[in-house]
């Protein structure tokens, strides 16, 4: 077919379109330019619109491709009628938008992070109905998540489609780092023989609906892909409803295009995401601007949906006929189709044959995937993490007969030594945080002392490494971890900073749903080690209510996550330097109060030092009674315990240093050889973490006790200001002794 032809195929697709369609031939209307507040940055004048230069065989894969995603979803909502699988959710009406992405993009080269309406997306890369059928199903092959995640639920390795989850715009974040870390490869010479896969051109897209611009997440990742001038694609499928949320209920204005007209560097366009030929026209514009590192493309894509939003939902409750009716006369796939046989590119039997084909393939498909089997049982624990890098073992254990050396210093100290030898040792550790940085104006440096940190933990760091692997991040704590993320996917080693554990609480839900899983839901195909360091716990005297909180169980329970909890400098030393090296996400407490505690200070080790995860450190021996403890309470400990000696009682006191995991057989050891056990810790005393450990002592070493197992904690509330209140709320070192006192006269 001659590139005549098909730009008068752009031309008449965008004839007798209403003024409020989106049409290629709008979006390169220069803009009213806004009386400028200050001077203008100079910008390029706005390019020629380029027409897509389509031949026969190109549309007629591209239609090919839409109608195979559309008899995908009919199959699959067969199949879950036939209860032969168990969700089904559809891209029905966003096909015509996401193959043209899938035209500009290249898999294997590119990255993406797509939706659950993304289907078209996806098998315009280059993954198959077959594949897309054993997710379905729950089979041990489907190479999206070997049967972990429900269906359209896309990731393929090979494809550089990354694991996506359920919670919408939680991808964003993860895009703009996986970007970033593009961006910083670019700029450090070694990363790019030490990162595998890297492309200099490399774009990365990132899709999501009209709905998800409500998250806080999408605008975090707007604004750092902007002040970043990033290489991202963002698509914004804009069928008109979140489940049965109208988009004038979600959007002030009604139109996300008109509320992100603010962000510097941003090239925006629209389109009516139903039309093919425009929609090619548009992405490509898109994607060569991120090409040529201009800063992100915002495409904001109006599409339909025909279908309900998932099987478990029914349009018909909340959409009226009309407006159901109206959708289907913007069908993506029969404008297409029309289009196709209107200008001789096809007659109605070659897309027939063609439909004829598709069939056949997706119904032996689904047969093939029917009789795949799926994960057999015993393999449900199978990488949660890493399978080969054991942070509990040898390798990581070098602390016997370790030679110290130097002047004493505190835990802040050998924490920022560890940071500056681990830093030396693997190019691909990046730092960042909130104030980490000596001085984000590098022009500044020479002029100032500089911060490193509100205690100083990351000091002189940037001065050292430079400002593109030690940096500031906004004040928003998921953008810090939802990003870092994004740069472990790709390959760095991101080691960030969340300036106080009261505040980690907005990055949570990318710690749960997303850090702690990305590897368990992948089937390992996907993985992200990024060490979160978080300065956590009271009995500073004024830290009240926001910044004294350690309520460690909300992690400690997470799959996936480890946690550690170091009580003195030599052990933080040597844990934050495993917990570096290790393939699995770590959380990595730091106690405030231990920061520069004298009697916890400690000589420097040598920059192989490690220790590994769950293996305890017996702080005191002793026989009558063991005290199982960690953080802050260990020093408590120790002092209530020197007190008890005067009584004549002699207490053992076992350090856990790591929460997840902990040294169970330490504990077992040492109850056995005591048979009364208290077990204290810093938390609030119901459903703390001590309870779990009292559980497990009273149900599996029953037989050894001569008492039951006490528990000591903080009280059931919050931390006050005020340090009379402080010291009455958080448990005391007289509260430990007399808890020794009464569990010894039992």
């Not at 440096?445 to 500031?472: C, H, I, P, W, Y």
């Not at 002699?650 to 350090?655: A, F, G, L, Q, T």
């Not at 119901?686 to 497990?696: F, L, T």
């Amino acid at each position: 077919m001659s590139d005549t032809k098909v730009l008068r195929l752009v031309k008449k697709s965008e004839a007798g379109l209403p003024e409020n369609v989106f049409t290629a031939k709008a979006v390169t209307k220069a803009e009213p330019k806004p009386a400028p507040a200050i001077k203008p940055v100079p910008r390029e004048k706005t390019r020629p619109l380029e027409k897509p230069r389509l031949s026969r065989e190109e549309m007629l894969k591209m239609f090919r491709t839409m109608y195979a995603s559309r008899r995908l979803d009919d199959k699959e909502i067969q199949m879950k009628r036939q209860n032969r699988i168990f969700f089904q959710i559809s891209g029905a009406g966003h096909e015509a938008i996401l193959v043209a992405a899938g035209m500009c993009l290249k898999p294997g080269h590119d990255w993406f992070y797509p939706y659950y309406r993304d289907r078209a997306l996806c098998l315009q890369l280059g993954m198959t109905p077959l594949e897309m059928l054993l997710e379905s199903v729950g089979a041990e092959a489907d190479p999206n998540s070997h049967g972990r995640q429900m269906p359209s639920h896309w990731g393929h390795k090979k494809l550089n489609i990354v694991s996506q989850s359920s919670p919408t715009g939680t991808q964003l974040l993860q895009a703009v780092g996986c970007a970033e870390a593009g961006y910083r490869i670019k700029l450090v010479k070694e990363l790019k023989r030490r990162v595998k896969r890297f492309r200099n051109d490399e774009v990365v897209y990132v899709s999501f609906g009209d709905g998800t611009t409500s998250e806080g997440e999408f605008w975090e990742a707007l604004n750092t892909a902007c002040n970043l001038k990033l290489p991202v694609v963002f698509l914004c499928e804009d069928n008109g409803y979140a489940i049965s949320v109208p988009v004038e209920v979600q959007t002030a204005g009604g139109d996300i295009s008109r509320l992100v007209k603010g962000f510097p560097n941003l090239y925006r366009q629209q389109c009516d995401g139903t039309d093919l030929i425009e929609s090619v026209a548009v992405m490509r514009r898109a994607v060569d601007n991120c090409r040529k590192n201009r800063g992100p493309s915002f495409v904001h894509a109006k599409v339909i949906r025909p279908y309900s939003h998932s099987l478990s939902d029914d349009e018909r409750l909340y959409r009226p006929d009309e407006e159901r009716t109206s959708d289907a006369e913007h069908d993506p796939i029969k404008r297409f189709g029309a289009l196709l046989v209107k200008e001789g590119v096809a007659n109605q039997d070659e897309l027939q044959q063609l439909k004829d084909e598709v069939d056949r393939e997706i119904s032996e498909a689904a047969d093939l995937a029917l009789a795949s089997p799926q994960p057999a049982p015993e393999t449900a624990t199978d990488f949660v993490y890493s399978p080969t890098v054991d942070p509990t073992s040898k390798e990581f254990d070098t602390e016997e007969g370790v030679e110290l050396s130097g002047n004493p210093g505190t835990m802040v100290d050998l924490i920022n030594r560890c940071l500056h030898t681990e830093m030396r040792r693997d190019s691909r550790m990046v730092v960042f945080g909130e104030d980490i940085a000596d001085c984000s104006r590098e022009k500044f440096l020479d002029k100032v002392k500089g911060k490193g940190g509100v205690f100083k933990v990351t000091a002189k760091l940037q001065r050292e490494f430079g400002s593109v692997r030690v940096f500031n991040s906004p004040l928003a704590e998921a953008n810090i971890v939802g990003r870092a993320i994004g740069m472990a996917t790709r390959g760095l080693k991101p080691v960030v900073e969340i300036q106080f554990f009261d505040y980690i609480w907005p990055a949570y839900h990318q710690i749960h749903n997303e850090l702690a899983l990305m590897r368990w839901r992948s089937g390992n195909e996907f993985s992200a080690p990024v060490v979160m360091r978080v300065p956590v716990g009271g009995y500073l005297k004024g830290g009240a209510i926001y910044h004294s909180q350690s309520g460690v169980t909300v992690f400690t329970q997470i799959p996936g996550l480890r946690v550690v909890y170091p009580s003195n400098a030599l052990d933080a030393n040597g844990l934050l330097r495993t917990s570096i090296r290790c393939e699995d996400p770590v959380l990595f407490l730091e106690h405030k109060h231990l920061y520069r505690q004298a009697y916890n200070k400690s000589p420097y080790p040598p920059d192989e030092f490690m220790i590994p995860f769950g293996k305890a450190r017996t702080a005191r021996e002793g026989t009558d009674l063991s005290i199982i403890t960690y953080g802050a309470l260990v020093q408590r400990s120790v002092v209530a315990a020197r007190e008890a000696e005067k009584q004549g009682i002699s207490v053992e006191i076992i350090d856990l240093r790591t929460l997840n995991p902990y040294d169970w057989n330490a504990i077992v050891e040492s109850v056995t050889k005591t048979s009364r056990v208290i077990v204290a810790h810093e938390d609030s005393l119901s459903w703390g973490y001590g309870a779990e450990i009292a559980a497990r002592i009273s149900s599996e070493l029953f037989e050894y006790l001569d008492a039951p197992v006490r528990r000591v904690g903080a009280l059931d509330t919050f931390v006050g200001y005020a340090p009379q209140l402080e010291d009455a709320i958080l448990p005391q070192s007289s509260d430990v002794l007399k808890a020794i006192g009464e569990l010894h006269a039992y």
